[in-house]
């Protein structure tokens, strides 16, 4: 018989975590210590007055033709809730849940409930609009269909399998994982947003949405503390935030009856609680190690919920700008801006993510912070003829967006682009030739670890971008399947080191674990120039390797970056067995995008996306090979095209290597 662990599963029987979070807001309610539970029981709003989007009873905001609502979002909206009314809705089936455990594949599940929940996210808001019967139908279609779904949660998550050794979902052990989560709170939203409406077509329908809700997030989230997202062991990642956050919507606005009053303020305390490990646990510097794409669903998901914790609060419990950490990460994004629609693409983020980010949110919590350069890049992305927001985000993030008034108004600005960026929690540094222009070449590089989450082996990694474009490139990551987090990770070439700009030294790639880091890291940046400086020795198990020192150098005056490798290793075998066998070979690699012509001494790149070409050179007689990549995978293929291109420069018979990147054609100085 399968059991799980139990031992944490006493809500009561925890020890409460109070850090940044928790000591900022007993300040701000003049509560003593511990007493932030008692202090939100007077201090929550109403649950019909806690989130904050009006219902789609206030006709100002909401009516077709004249409400505040954004007008293009809404038509957008409507035009597709139409395409989508009278087709089939999408069923999970058994066997596309099963299919993680027999072949790795969550995509055919996972997709048909994401889309089914986009569908309903349109079918809402084309409900407050119209207030049409039809529509009001489709909502309950949607809503009844989520509540008759066995499992909320996705089945790659699901721990049914070790608990329970069952295949399926075990629907008397609900497991709360991010798509719970999401279930909850697209249904908390719609019962503030059309309650009146559900109560008057499909009386009932509300207390099906409480019941389960309750069922399957909100007690599963009091009565068992051993979920693997709370960070019990310190180990804190963008579940946390993306959980709580979302149990924070259930809470306030379902908790409604009034015997559930302490309850209520119990689960919203629960949740702040956690929200607290990950806030405390941002470095002070706002990186996130799993990179920008994932500041969308870690970091911006916990200044959503504070953000909401403080409109449910009446502005009370407001603390995001006295927390040194948050004020940092509302930078992050725009710290990671190579230009255009690129980033710098640490962990499992791609290059050119969705353009449709939550905006919005970014916008919002600048205003808060009071961070101009992050409230430009929000609004660099404002274009009144284009949607506001996306159901894509989530039904809640899809409301913010089209009833933010200043978030309509916002007026598109340039992205900050800053000259340097150095984050030492992380040890990251992005550097360009010149600030708020993404004209001619920028560097990234990092040091860090081989235990980041979402890690990629790439300690001492660097990237190169022409005119914002990367050209010298971290790959990113295929569709997820079951090994992507499993066992099997690193068998998955985007996340070895042999593909990554890094060296494999004797046939010896870097593996993954904490031990494997970057040492004596030294910063410098000047006008002139921005360098980092590492050694790698300790990021490969190589016998006889006692230093590899590789500095990466940005030289503005002469619009030039260098990359300076040299190493000490002790001659092969060196009385060992080893000694009457070949030498491996130590090859210094870097992963390419674009057409690649290679030359003596020299390599020119043609980058994706209509960049100017770059021209790599190495010294005269260093074997170069060129090792193609075809990409078959849509993450991949849909940022890169067809392929990518390795080049491996063979330094057995070195002991140090100078790469230099250049324009192929220089363009004129800029003055500054």
Same mark, same amino acid.
């Given at each position: 018989?399968?059991?799980?662990?139990?031992?944490? $599963?006493?809500?009561?029987?925890?020890?409460?975590?109070?850090?940044?979070?928790?000591?900022?807001?007993?300040?701000?309610?003049?509560?003593?210590?511990?007493?932030?539970?008692?202090?939100?029981?007077?201090?929550? +709003?109403?649950?019909?007055?806690?989130?904050?989007?009006?219902?789609?009873?206030?006709?100002?905001?909401?009516?077709?033709?004249?409400?505040?609502?954004?007008? &293009?979002?809404?038509?957008?909206?409507?035009?597709?809730?139409?395409?989508?009314?009278?087709?089939?809705?999408?069923?999970?089936?058994?066997?596309?849940?099963?299919?993680?455990?027999?072949?790795?594949?969550?995509?055919?599940?996972?997709?048909?409930?994401?889309?089914?929940?986009?569908?309903?996210?349109?079918?809402?808001?084309?409900?407050?609009?119209? !207030?049409?019967?039809?529509?009001?139908?489709?909502?309950?279609?949607?809503?009844?269909?989520?509540?008759?779904?066995? $499992?909320?949660?996705?089945?790659?998550?699901?721990?049914?399998?070790?608990?329970?050794?069952?295949?399926?979902?075990?629907?008397?052990?609900?497991?709360?994982?991010?798509?719970?989560?999401?279930?909850?709170?697209?249904?908390?939203?719609?019962?503030? !947003?059309?309650?009146?409406?559900?109560?008057?077509?499909?009386?009932?329908?509300?207390?099906?949405?409480?019941?389960?809700?309750?069922?399957?997030?909100?007690?599963?989230?009091?009565?068992?503390?051993?979920?693997?997202?709370?960070?019990?062991?310190?180990?804190?990642?963008?579940?946390?935030?993306?959980?709580?956050?979302?149990?924070?919507?259930?809470?306030?606005?379902?908790?409604?009856? =009034?015997?559930?009053?302490?309850?209520?303020? +119990?689960?919203?305390?629960?949740?702040?609680?956690?929200?607290?490990?990950?806030?405390?646990?941002?470095?002070?510097?706002?990186?996130?190690?799993?990179?920008?794409?994932?500041?969308?669903?870690?970091?911006?998901?916990?200044?959503?919920?504070?953000?909401?914790? $403080?409109?449910?609060?009446?502005?009370?419990?407001?603390?995001?700008?006295?927390?040194?950490?948050?004020?940092?990460?509302?930078?992050?994004?725009?710290?990671?801006?190579?230009?255009?629609?690129?980033?710098?693409?640490?962990?499992?983020?791609?290059?050119?993510?969705?353009?449709?980010?939550?905006?919005?949110?970014?916008?919002?919590?600048?205003?808060?912070?009071?961070?101009?350069?992050?409230?430009?890049?929000?609004?660099?992305?404002?274009?009144?003829?284009?949607?506001?927001?996306?159901?894509?985000?989530?039904?809640?993030?899809?409301?913010?967006?089209?009833?933010?008034? /200043?978030?309509? +108004?916002?007026?598109?600005?340039?992205?900050?682009?800053?000259?340097? &960026?150095?984050? =030492?929690?992380?040890?990251?540094?992005?550097?360009?030739?010149? /600030?708020?222009?993404?004209?001619?070449?920028?560097?990234?590089?990092?040091?860090?670890?081989?235990?980041?989450?979402?890690?990629?082996?790439?300690?001492?990694?660097?990237?190169?971008?022409?005119?914002?474009?990367?050209?010298?490139?971290?790959?990113?990551?295929?569709?997820?399947? !079951?090994?992507?987090?499993?066992?099997?990770?690193?068998?998955?070439?985007?996340?070895?080191?042999?593909?990554?700009?890094?060296?494999?030294?004797?046939?010896?790639?870097?593996?993954?674990?904490?031990?494997?880091?970057? $040492?004596?890291?030294?910063?410098?940046?000047?006008?002139?120039?921005?360098?980092?400086?590492?050694?790698?020795?300790?990021?490969?198990?190589?016998?006889?390797?006692?230093?590899?020192?590789?500095?990466?150098?940005?030289?503005?005056?002469?619009?030039?970056?260098?990359?300076?490798?040299?190493?000490?290793?002790?001659?092969?075998?060196?009385?060992?067995?080893?000694?009457?066998?070949?030498?491996?070979?130590?090859?210094?690699?870097?992963?390419?995008?674009?057409?690649?012509?290679?030359?003596?001494?020299?390599?020119?790149?043609?980058?994706?996306?209509?960049?100017?070409?770059?021209?790599?050179?190495?010294?005269?007689?260093?074997?170069?090979?060129?090792?193609?990549?075809?990409?078959?995978?849509?993450?991949?293929?849909?940022?890169?095209?067809?392929?990518?291109? +390795?080049?491996?420069?063979?330094?057995?018979?070195?002991?140090?290597?100078?790469?230099?990147?250049?324009?192929?054609?220089?363009?004129?100085?800029?003055?500054?």
């Amino acid at each position: 018989m399968h059991t799980r662990n139990t031992e944490h $599963s006493d809500s009561t029987s925890h020890a409460a975590f109070r850090g940044h979070l928790t000591v900022a807001l007993e300040r701000e309610a003049n509560a003593p210590v511990g007493g932030l539970a008692d202090a939100l029981r007077d201090l929550l +709003r109403s649950a019909p007055a806690s989130l904050p989007v009006l219902p789609a009873r206030h006709r100002d905001l909401w009516a077709a033709g004249t409400g505040h609502a954004d007008a &293009v979002t809404v038509h957008d909206i409507l035009t597709r809730a139409e395409d989508d009314l009278g087709t089939p809705w999408g069923v999970p089936l058994a066997s596309a849940a099963a299919r993680v455990h027999r072949d790795g594949n969550r995509d055919e599940w996972e997709g048909t409930v994401f889309a089914r929940q986009r569908r309903l996210s349109r079918a809402v808001v084309t409900a407050a609009v119209t !207030l049409q019967d039809r529509w009001i139908d489709e909502v309950a279609d949607g809503v009844v269909l989520l509540c008759e779904q066995s $499992s909320w949660c996705w089945p790659a998550h699901d721990d049914t399998m070790g608990s329970h050794g069952a295949i399926l979902a075990t629907i008397t052990d609900p497991f709360l994982d991010l798509g719970a989560g999401e279930v909850a709170a697209q249904l908390a939203w719609i019962d503030h !947003l059309l309650g009146t409406q559900l109560d008057v077509r499909y009386p009932g329908l509300r207390a099906r949405i409480r019941h389960e809700t309750r069922t399957r997030v909100l007690d599963p989230f009091v009565l068992r503390r051993d979920w693997h997202w709370l960070g019990l062991d310190g180990d804190v990642h963008n579940w946390n935030p993306w959980i709580h956050g979302n149990v924070l919507v259930a809470a306030l606005r379902l908790m409604d009856a =009034p015997a559930e009053r302490d309850d209520r303020a +119990r689960v919203v305390a629960l949740a702040v609680e956690g929200l607290d490990r990950y806030v405390t646990s941002l470095p002070a510097d706002g990186a996130i190690d799993e990179g920008y794409a994932y500041w969308w669903n870690g970091a911006c998901r916990a200044l959503e919920a504070l953000d909401l914790l $403080s409109f449910a609060t009446r502005g009370v419990l407001e603390v995001t700008a006295s927390i040194p950490a948050l004020r940092e990460t509302v930078a992050f994004p725009h710290r990671m801006h190579l230009g255009g629609d690129w980033y710098l693409n640490l962990a499992d983020g791609q290059a050119r993510p969705p353009r449709d980010q939550p905006w919005h949110s970014l916008h919002r919590a600048a205003r808060r912070v009071g961070d101009s350069f992050a409230e430009a890049h929000a609004a660099a992305h404002r274009d009144p003829e284009r949607p506001a927001a996306s159901e894509t985000e989530g039904l809640g993030r899809l409301l913010r967006g089209i009833t933010d008034p /200043e978030w309509l +108004r916002a007026v598109p600005a340039p992205s900050p682009l800053p000259r340097d &960026v150095w984050l =030492p929690s992380t040890q990251v540094l992005v550097a360009r030739e010149n /600030e708020g222009v993404c004209d001619g070449l920028a560097v990234a590089a990092k040091g860090g670890h081989n235990a980041e989450h979402h890690n990629h082996n790439d300690v001492g990694s660097f990237i190169v971008a022409s005119d914002g474009v990367p050209v010298i490139v971290d790959a990113g990551r295929p569709t997820y399947t !079951l090994a992507t987090f499993g066992a099997e990770r690193y068998s998955i070439w985007t996340m070895q080191s042999s593909w990554h700009n890094v060296p494999e030294i004797r046939g010896v790639p870097q593996p993954a674990g904490a031990e494997a880091r970057a $040492s004596d890291v030294v910063v410098h940046v000047d006008e002139h120039s921005t360098s980092l400086g590492l050694d790698l020795a300790a990021a490969y198990p190589v016998p006889g390797l006692v230093t590899w020192r590789r500095d990466i150098h940005l030289d503005r005056g002469l619009s030039k970056i260098v990359v300076d490798d040299r190493w000490t290793l002790e001659p092969w075998g060196n009385g060992s067995p080893a000694a009457s066998s070949p030498e491996p070979r130590t090859t210094v690699r870097m992963l390419l995008a674009g057409e690649v012509q290679l030359d003596d001494g020299s390599a020119l790149v043609i980058p994706v996306d209509g960049a100017p070409a770059v021209r790599l050179r190495w010294p005269t007689g260093v074997a170069a090979t060129l090792v193609p990549r075809p990409l078959d995978d849509p993450l991949l293929s849909d940022v890169w095209g067809s392929h990518l291109t +390795r080049l491996d420069l063979d330094v057995t018979d070195r002991n140090s290597l100078s790469v230099t990147v250049e324009m192929n054609e220089p363009k004129a100085r800029n003055p500054r």
